[in-house]
């Protein structure tokens, strides 16, 4: 159980600067245009890779396949949206509101809970910066992300329980890929006429996708939800670093102690499991 909370400190990293890189494509691609060339791929390879054994799937795990598609199309192209008008470190710190509601509803003992308010103040600390203008359909669209993934939690869990190995990630992201098809399929097609682009959908897709749907899947057979939902605050930390050394986005004071403040519920909540 100790590897468990490594995967997923890995695949918060990979998928934030996967973000970054993915933000730097739009003016090519646009938004959803890069979204559905990243589940595309990646559904590809994971596809070639596991070779799921379909007829075996019981009716629950397509359900339960289909469903993590349409969560996972939904948190990325509404995440993809708002990163067009608010920073990659308020838009992951908005849709983390979902995951963090996922280990609150899920706790069982007063010290998880502890811990869940700690990553809280952080998420809101880092969030809260006097004097910015940010627009309301932008934090709207990051907070309908964050439902999306608590979504992604519960239904990843899901499947890993009713599916052996990681054989429901690629039915999953063919469902997303579907769903975002035809949101992403204009800004898509500037592929056509510059292959080149595709060296960049990849790297996003094995960064953002691949990568970590499945070790995010590996650790949550391992982990309950609810230290899964902790260890995801991490993910705004690793939102506004990505953003710092990729998109060159700063910090300021108040994000530094947020930071700091997730980094502890991450930690607390990690020796809970030795």
């Known amino acids: 159980m100790s590897g468990a909370p490594l995967l997923v400190l890995v695949s918060v990293a990979s998928i934030q600067f996967g973000s970054a890189v ?28 596991t070779r799921p054994r379909l007829r075996e799937w019981s009716r629950a795990a397509w359900r339960a396949a289909a469903m993590l598609g349409v969560s996972v199309a939904g948190l990325n192209l509404l995440t993809a949206l708002a990163m067009r008008t608010i920073p990659l470190g308020v838009v992951v710190t908005v849709s983390f509101l ?17 811990w ?35 979504g992604y939690i519960v239904l990843t869990a899901r499947i890993g329980n009713l599916v052996p190995g ?47 749907y499945v070790l995010e899947l590996l650790a949550l057979r391992r982990i309950p939800t609810r230290v899964f939902g902790v260890l995801a605050s991490l993910n705004p930390a690793a939102a506004a670093i990505a953003g710092l ?10 994000q530094l102690v947020a930071l700091a403040l997730v980094t502890l519920a991450s930690a607390g909540v990690t020796a809970r499991l030795r």
């Open 98 to 114: 979902g995951p963090l509601t996922v280990s609150l509803v899920q706790t069982r003992r007063l010290l998880d809970l502890l």
């Open 166 to 212: 990681v054989g429901g990630l690629p039915v999953s992201l063919t469902v997303a890929a579907l769903v975002a098809f035809p949101f992403g399929v204009t800004g898509a097609s500037a592929v056509i006429e510059r292959p080149a682009l595709l060296i960049g959908a990849a790297s996003v897709a094995l960064l953002q996708t691949v990568f970590p």
């Open 245 to 254: 050394i990729v998109l060159g986005q700063r910090l300021g004071t108040a």
């Open 22 to 49: 993915g933000r730097t494509l739009f003016d090519d691609l646009g938004a959803t245009g890069v979204v559905l060339l990243r589940v595309s791929l990646a559904a590809l390879v994971l596809a070639v890779v």
């Open 116 to 150: 869940a308010l700690l990553a809280g103040a952080g998420v809101a600390l880092l969030w809260w910066n006097p004097g910015a203008s940010l627009p309301p359909g932008g934090l709207l669209l990051a907070a309908l992300a964050g439902v999306c993934g608590a």
